[in-house]
């Protein structure tokens, strides 16, 4: 069968590989190997994850690999001999990508040479531009577009949250069989949209080594947005690595790249404010849960560098404008690992339009997004230059541009927020219920561990409230060790009481292959809140946009109510770096079945501790509040740790279409499913 995104069913000789290079955390990032075995050592043979991390590639220094060359991107028509004289110079062309128009295209995918850092590598390209060309579409027009293949492996083209026909939609092994080497594949379908979108590859890792690009659709009327200028920002980020074997080094050690572990510093800081019992027993807490409070990213600055529109933040991408304008700013998350939060200082943002679709404008100071998602804004910015910072949710690094009246200015450059550790509410959800503290030191499972309530502020889940706490029986923990009764079923078929379709379930139905070495933990009362910003924003001093801030205009594209519940469970086992859904990866799992013209409700429950943008191929989803209010239309959904949130949907799309995390290697570990419509 075909191999959707390149490695769903490979068998993994991970203890076979070659072995990676570690190295002990330096001070300024952490303390010794015997500071982590003063905290850790007395509580549990072996830490909750390795304390080693690894160092940025061997002859960079840590600023040139997070801030990159400032003429870092494609090095244009080199040969071997001169992209070698060239390669510590980053000899590049750069700046905004080109801008296709019309109704036919002619791309061509092929191999170039880039250099971001100061090492030479090879990026996968869209008519040689990094990133592809922003394509210019006319709502009603039907384009054609002809790929031609010229890699030496297979690769695609899918159309982020434009609805098509789904054999146009671009997933090999789904909708197409992929274009092969030296092969021509044409797109052709008429554009039913307008707004902000983006395409890339779904073949492998192309996406994140560079085949991405934005799609403006101008309306078939007149423009619903007034602004006197327009911007495209496309955010993504490159590893110097080969991405397979980035993805084999979180096989063997999911948090290889993490820089923010627990240190001794830490530790002596919480002594200082909450005790020397607190601060023990929150080492103890994460510790005996074998989780790590500041897994927030899966990769991080050191492997990553951060771009916008393929510039590093030592490149610095302008865009001009005069004073006084109303600027509208076209923000793509077109990264492969990187949940960006974005802001301007000294500019309010006006966000107008999401994922494509018109907003009722909402003020703020910041906003989040992760991979997949759209946020255009309105800024009317006055003096002569604003930096537009992107810092990674994870604190270690930044994409920046500038806005600026002429080329060649510059604002500050904000340093980044502290890095913060997850919360119990990140982790357990919405209340503490029947949590056994006892000494019985019987393994027990997440889900008698759900949540406590007002404790969003409580930094690090731990503190002088939580001194004194026995968690014996949370030693060794197995969370999967229970069946959870008869609450083990199949989400996907379920059908809800009569009369309880009204407002979106509340109470999670664990599937029976949720209990499995795939799945280590459950959240048994997921909190269903929309209006939290998320980790690292929360009370920070500014106006953060949340889910709960959005809303379309134009209502609901049907009025119906649900017939059904559709839910499924967002699972992962940190340790092992599994992702699922419901305990099954992609590989492992049957279709999730629509019924064509149905109309139904979608539940997404996160058992993880991290946040999945979550992206339905071919159909919208309509987000709705917890009382089962319609709020905005979107095509992919950001899911906070320990969250259930819910959707509408209308199956129209007759066909087989992709259900993924868009975090590429969540995805291609396995968080996908297969959706038909018959």
């Known amino acids: 069968m075909n191999v959707i995104q390149g490695s769903f069913i490979r068998k993994w000789s991970l203890h076979s590989m070659t072995s990676m290079r570690r190295t002990v955390p330096p001070k300024t990032k952490g303390g010794s190997k015997d500071d982590f075995q003063v905290i850790y050592g007395g509580f549990q043979a072996m830490p909750p994850r390795s304390p080693f991390v690894i160092a940025p590639p061997l002859g960079l220094s840590r600023r040139r690999f997070v801030q990159g060359l400032a003429a870092g991107g494609v090095l244009a028509g080199l040969s071997t001999p001169a ?117 890339h590859s779904h073949s492998g890792f192309q996406e994140l080594t560079g085949m991405y690009g934005a799609i403006i659709i101008d309306p078939a009327g007149a423009e619903t947005i007034r602004a006197d200028r327009d911007h495209v920002l496309l955010f993504s980020d490159w590893t110097d690595e080969d991405p397979m074997r980035v993805f084999t080094k979180l096989k063997s050690q999911s948090d290889y790249y993490n820089y923010n572990q627990p240190t001794v510093f830490d530790f002596f800081r919480d002594a200082s404010r909450d005790g020397m019992a607190a601060a023990i027993d929150k080492r103890k807490m994460w510790n005996e849960m074998r989780m790590n409070p500041t897994d927030l990213a899966d990769l991080s600055a050191a492997t990553l560098t951060y771009l916008a529109n393929g510039v590093t933040p030592a490149g610095n991408w302008t865009a001009l404008f005069r004073p006084g304008e109303r600027v509208r700013l076209r923000m793509v998350n077109g990264a492969g690992n990187t949940f960006y939060d974005v802001r301007i200082p000294g500019l309010k943002l006006t966000v107008v339009h999401v994922d494509g679709v018109d907003v009722e404008p909402v003020t703020v100071d910041e906003f989040r997004f992760g991979p997949g998602e759209t946020v255009d804004v309105i800024v009317q910015p006055r003096d002569d230059a604003y930096t537009i910072f992107a810092q990674a949710m994870d604190r270690t690094g930044y994409a920046r ?278």
Not at 117 to 122: D, E, S, Y
Not at 136 to 160: C, M, Y
Not at 585 to 599: A, I, L, N, Q, Y
Request: one cysteine or more; charged letters at 15%; aromatic letters at 6%.
């Open 83 to 199: 992209l070698r004289a060239f390669a510590q110079q980053g000899s590049a062309t750069r700046g905004a990508a080109p801008v296709l128009k019309g109704t036919e295209f002619d791309l061509v995918i092929a191999e170039s040479p880039v250099n971001f850092t100061g090492k030479p590598g090879v990026a996968t390209t869209i008519n040689g531009s990094l990133p592809a060309p922003t394509l210019r579409w006319r709502e009603g027009d039907t384009v054609t577009i002809r790929v031609t293949n010229k890699l030496r492996e297979a690769t695609s083209i899918h159309w982020h949250g434009i609805i098509l026909p789904y054999q146009m939609d671009g997933v090999p092994g789904i909708s197409f069989n992929g274009i092969a080497p030296g092969e021509t594949f044409t797109y052709r379908f008429k554009v039913q949209q307008s707004g902000s979108y983006w395409y």
């Open 401 to 678: 541009a500038t806005l600026a009246v002429r080329e060649g200015l510059q604002a500050p450059v904000p340093a980044l927020d502290p890095v913060e550790w997850l919360t119990m509410n990140d982790m357990m959800g919405s209340m503490m219920g029947g949590m056994d503290h006892g000494g019985s030191g019987q393994a027990m499972e997440m889900t008698g561990m759900t949540g406590m309530t007002g404790m969003t502020g409580m930094t690090g889940m731990g503190s002088g409230s939580m001194s004194g706490m026995d968690h014996g029986a949370m030693a060794g923990m197995n969370h999967g060790a229970m069946n959870h009764g008869g609450m083990a079923m199949d989400h996907s078929q379920h059908a809800a009481a009569a009369g309880g379709l009204a407002v979106p379930s509340t109470t999670a139905r664990h599937a029976r292959t949720e209990y499995g070495a795939s799945t280590d933990m459950r959240v048994d009362m997921a909190r269903t809140n929309l209006d939290d910003p998320g980790i690292g924003l929360r009370n920070n001093g500014r106006r953060v946009l949340t889910l709960a801030d959005l809303h379309t205009p134009s209502g609901p594209l049907d009025k119906r109510g649900p017939g059904r519940e559709v839910e499924l469970h967002l699972t992962g086992n940190m340790e092992r770096y599994a992702w699922s859904l419901d305990g099954l990866e992609f590989g492992k799992s049957t279709p999730v079945h629509f019924k064509h013209g149905e109309r139904l409700r979608v539940i997404l429950h996160n058992d993880t501790m991290m946040t999945h943008p979550m992206h339905l191929h071919g159909m919208w989803s309509e987000l709705e509040s917890p009382d089962g209010r319609f709020l905005a239309r979107r095509h992919t959904l950001p899911v906070q740790p320990a969250q259930r949130i819910s959707f509408l949907v209308t199956a129209d799309a007759l066909g087989r279409w992709a259900w993924h995390c868009h975090l590429m290697f969540h995805m291609d570990a396995g968080m996908f499913r297969e959706v038909v419509v018959s």
